[in-house]
């Protein structure tokens, strides 16, 4: 199995410009997650989502906007970037309900300056 | 609003030496989280604690909650260089929760 797959690893933005990160997990996991962590910090959360269709605010979810047609897929949005969203993204997901007790998957990274 | 705080925030250690990381939550969660960074790179899980009382020990490390005191520990045994990373702690809000919010992370350098 893959886990959790995150594309572009790197990227630069200019200021306002649009891009997708990509996320895609293949262990068939109901909840996905998308952090962002600034230099020496822990995570933030920015969305999450509990099943295709479903998906909810996270801490700091300004500037970002998500989708979740498919269990497997959870792309993230920024629609007009700023020198505040340079940050690594990570995608994460996990099985289980609400209550679900298994642990967070990451993937790779995706580390994005805005310039 | 939950908080998180682990301390210390940065540990230099000798190899050899024990330590303990703290974690303190603000949430009444009966579970918790502790994951691995190693630098450039993402998390792995390393411990789930899923009640009060719960243990938890893989080689040099070894895991604790105490949900009355909402405080866990990551004790580290006779340490070796090897287990340099970040080490995060991470809880749910509130006990049904399905969202994670972590700590700042501890940093721990250890020296031959």
């Known amino acids: 199995n893959a886990g959790v797959t995150q594309t572009p690893k790197f990227r630069i933005l200019k200021i306002g410009q649009s891009m997708t990160l990509q996320c895609t997990q293949d262990?068939?996991?109901?909840?996905m997650y998308w952090y962002r962590q600034d230099p020496g910090m822990g995570l933030k959360l920015i969305y999450y989502?509990?099943?295709?269709?479903?998906?909810d605010k996270g801490e700091v979810p300004n500037g970002y906007n998500v989708s979740r047609s498919t269990t497997e897929d959870f792309p993230l949005r920024l629609e007009l970037a700023a020198p505040s969203q340079t940050s690594v993204y990570f995608c994460?997901?996990?099985?289980?309900?609400?209550?679900?007790?298994?642990?967070?998957?990451f993937g790779n990274g995706t580390r994005l300056t805005v310039t | 609003e939950l908080k998180v705080e682990q301390n210390p925030l940065f540990l230099s250690m000798q190899e050899g030496k024990n330590y303990t990381i703290y974690c303190n939550y603000s949430?009444?969660?009966?579970?918790l989280y502790w994951y691995r960074q190693d630098p450039g790179k993402s998390l792995e899980s390393l411990f789930v604690?899923?009640?009060?009382?719960a243990v938890k020990q893989e080689g040099r490390l070894m895991a604790s909650l105490d949900t009355k005191a909402r405080l866990s520990t990551l004790h580290i045994t006779a340490a070796v260089h090897d287990l340099s990373a970040t080490y995060f702690c991470?809880?749910?809000?509130?006990?049904?929760?399905?969202?994670?919010?972590f700590g700042e992370g501890t940093q721990l350098t250890v020296n031959p």
């Open positions: 994460a997901s996990r099985r289980g309900t609400a209550a679900g007790n298994s642990p967070l998957h």
């Open positions: 991470a809880v749910p809000p509130e006990t049904s929760g399905s969202r994670l919010t």
């Open positions: 949430t009444t969660s009966d579970r």
């Open positions: 604690l899923l009640s009060n009382g």
């Open positions: 989502s509990v099943g295709a269709g479903i998906t």
């Open positions: 262990m068939n996991h109901n909840y």
